[in-house]
């Protein structure tokens, strides 16, 4: 009975991955929004859109960083690139992102046209250093720059991405589907995207809007930050950032609903329902539990 169950898994999920209809033509001139920019999987989203052809916004907290990859996207054939640096920490800083976008992805097309045709939401906020990481200080930080800042932008956009029947594509974790040990307020903000993008694709839907939604769930960041932030507390090892990164753009490109690179974590999402224990048991094969307890 298990064999079967597996074997029928396994065709499900070959038959779900191999029907692909990217057409990386199809990208070229489409005008993106991209936060997170500056390192990790948000550098090399950047580049493989430049590589395609589309006109840039980029967003990342450190402007030093974000400078080297605007070069970059140029040098690789991006036709325009323009980047501000902005702290999503701060409330009012998604409403001067979204209108600097506008402005300048709809120069010589006219806003009316629609100024955005992806906005693709990558930016990701660690605990503050000096901070607790379950302190009431560190949760609303957290909550903000991981969750409430991504509505925001997303409120903002919509209008734009509706005239242009253009695309949503926002890089969760796992953490934001299967809850696991020691990242209670991450793991909380994580949650709350999927239940806010989840009921508003459904609210899209029923009016009839053309915007899509697409859900990216990555495993551990491929970036020194990240590696560093969980050095001896977990045994999972980075997604390679260009697989990941091609992983996210050709399931915005075809109006996915949902990504999971590695694939196998569509398996394990699927499990939190419907074999809990066993789920459990393979958290705690990744997890330092001695290690995480004492951070």
């Given at each position: 009975?298990?064999?079967?169950?597996?074997?029928?898994?396994?065709?499900?999920?070959?038959?779900?991955?191999?029907?692909?209809?990217?057409?990386?033509?199809?990208?070229?001139?489409?005008?993106?929004?991209?936060?997170?920019?500056?390192?990790?999987?948000?550098?090399?989203?950047?580049?493989?859109?430049?590589?395609?052809?589309?006109?840039?916004?980029?967003?990342?907290?450190?402007?030093?960083?974000?400078?080297?990859?605007?070069?970059?996207?140029?040098?690789?054939?991006?036709?325009?690139?323009?980047?501000?640096?902005?702290?999503?920490?701060?409330?009012?800083?998604?409403?001067?992102?979204?209108?600097?976008?506008?402005?300048?992805?709809?120069?010589?097309?006219?806003?009316?046209?629609?100024?955005?045709?992806?906005?693709?939401?990558?930016?990701?906020?660690?605990?503050?250093?000096?901070?607790?990481?379950?302190?009431?200080?560190?949760?609303?930080?957290?909550?903000?720059?991981?969750?409430?800042?991504?509505?925001?932008?997303?409120?903002?956009?919509?209008?734009?991405?509706?005239?242009?029947?253009?695309?949503?594509?926002?890089?969760?974790?796992?953490?934001?589907?299967v809850p696991t040990s020691f990242s209670s307020p991450y793991s909380a903000?994580?949650?709350?995207?999927?239940?806010?993008?989840?009921?508003?694709?459904?609210?899209?839907?029923?009016?009839?809007?053309?915007?899509?939604?697409?859900?990216?769930?990555?495993?551990?960041?491929?970036?020194?930050?990240?590696?560093?932030?969980?050095?001896?507390?977990?045994?999972?090892?980075?997604?390679?950032?260009?697989?990941?990164?091609?992983?996210?753009?050709?399931?915005?490109?075809?109006?996915?609903?949902?990504?999971?690179?590695?694939?196998?974590?569509?398996?394990?999402?699927?499990?939190?329902?419907?074999?809990?224990?066993?789920?459990?048991?393979?958290?705690?094969?990744?997890?330092?539990?001695?290690?995480?307890?004492?951070?």
């Amino acid at each position: 009975m298990k064999v079967l169950l597996l074997t029928g898994l396994g065709a499900l999920f070959f038959s779900y991955y191999w029907d692909d209809n990217f057409d990386p033509a199809g990208l070229q001139g489409a005008r993106v929004l991209l936060t997170g920019a500056s390192a990790g999987i948000g550098e090399e989203l950047a580049y493989l859109y430049a590589r395609l052809g589309a006109h840039l916004v980029l967003t990342a907290h450190t402007e030093a960083l974000l400078q080297k990859v605007v070069g970059n996207c140029r040098k690789l054939g991006a036709p325009k690139v323009f980047f501000i640096a902005a702290d999503m920490a701060s409330p009012e800083v998604p409403e001067r992102l979204v209108r600097f976008a506008l402005d300048k992805l709809g120069e010589g097309r006219g806003l009316d046209s629609g100024g955005l045709d992806y906005l693709v939401l990558n930016h990701l906020g660690a605990t503050p250093s000096g901070t607790r990481s379950r302190s009431v200080q560190a949760t609303r930080w957290l909550l903000q720059v991981n969750f409430l800042s991504y509505v925001q932008l997303t409120s903002l956009a919509l209008p734009s991405l509706t005239d242009s029947k253009g695309s949503l594509v926002v890089v969760s974790s796992l953490l934001g589907h299967v809850p696991t040990s020691f990242s209670s307020p991450y793991s909380a903000a994580k949650f709350a995207l999927d239940g806010f993008f989840g009921s508003l694709r459904r609210e899209l839907d029923v009016q009839d809007v053309n915007v899509a939604i697409t859900m990216c769930v990555l495993g551990l960041r491929d970036r020194a930050s990240t590696a560093e932030g969980v050095r001896g507390v977990t045994r999972a090892k980075a997604a390679p950032g260009p697989k990941a990164a091609l992983a996210v753009i050709r399931g915005g490109a075809t109006r996915a609903p949902g990504v999971f690179y590695p694939w196998h974590f569509h398996l394990l999402c699927l499990l939190r329902g419907w074999l809990p224990h066993p789920r459990a048991w393979f958290i705690r094969q990744e997890l330092n539990v001695t290690a995480a307890a004492a951070a």
